[in-house]
């Protein structure tokens, strides 16, 4: 797991800027989609091209989130980052720029439809109810890259928990387009993975100080437990 550590200077930053560090712990369950990004086979399963291997370590985590907003009547999405010939036309500065031919063959091949590599991991608590929404670009609300804004505006959704992989790229992408596009985002510091821990601390630095709630899994779950028992008390 990572050794989690958001610098004093941003903490200081964060104080001077607002009255508390949490600002989306009053969750509407109802309302609350928990998206959990490319938690695949190709960047979880060992000798896979995109290992990273804290990815494994953040499943509990995970799954204790999708459980807790389930039971509450919320939505969980799980993510597939895709590649296909569509996606490499359209995306081709990424594509034919950051990689050799032969790296760029084993990612295509890795995630291609179908393909080992594009699976969920099998650890995940993947229910009947969930969603499985693909993407072709590293945020899944960029335009193209996924369906994922008009599925969740179609049910109401407001608030999003971000959980997967890798924390500074995929996740953050998402986390920061969701929350300029008005969603309220609760980005998970022990259910986001990255290569290292200082790509990982990076990254909740800049959610905790401008796009995102940075919350534990433990907090999370204490905060739909407390939106479900308001909402059976008010009953």
Not at 99 to 106: P, Q
Not at 201 to 223: G, Q
């Amino acid at each position: 797991m990572h050794e989690i550590e958001i610098p004093a200077v941003i903490m200081e930053r964060i104080k001077a800027s607002r009255q508390s560090l949490h600002i989306f712990e009053d969750i509407d369950p109802t309302r609350t989609a928990h998206i959990i990004v490319d938690l695949q086979n190709g960047f979880m399963a060992p000798g896979q091209p995109v290992e990273i291997v804290t990815a494994r370590e953040i499943v509990p985590n995970v799954n204790s989130i999708s459980r807790a907003l389930r039971g509450a009547g919320g939505l969980n999405v799980y993510i597939q980052f895709v590649v296909n010939d569509a996606a490499r036309k359209a995306w081709s500065s990424w594509y034919e720029r950051f990689f050799d031919e032969g790296r760029r063959a084993a990612i295509d091949a890795c995630f291609a439809e179908g393909a080992y590599g594009w699976e969920l991991w099998p650890e995940l608590d993947v229910r009947p109810g969930d969603l499985v929404v693909q993407k072709t670009r590293f945020g899944a609300f960029v335009p193209g890259s996924s369906d994922l804004h008009g599925i969740l505006q179609a049910r109401g959704i407001d608030t999003l928990i971000i959980t997967g992989t890798a924390t500074n790229v995929c996740c953050e992408s998402t986390a920061r387009d969701a929350m300029q596009m008005n969603y309220r985002v609760i980005f998970v510091a022990d259910g986001n993975a990255a290569s290292t821990d200082a790509e990982h601390n990076a990254t909740l630095s800049n959610m905790a100080a401008i796009f995102a709630d940075v919350m534990t899994a433990d907090e999370v779950v204490d905060c739909l437990a407390k939106a479900a028992s308001g909402k059976q008390a008010a009953e």
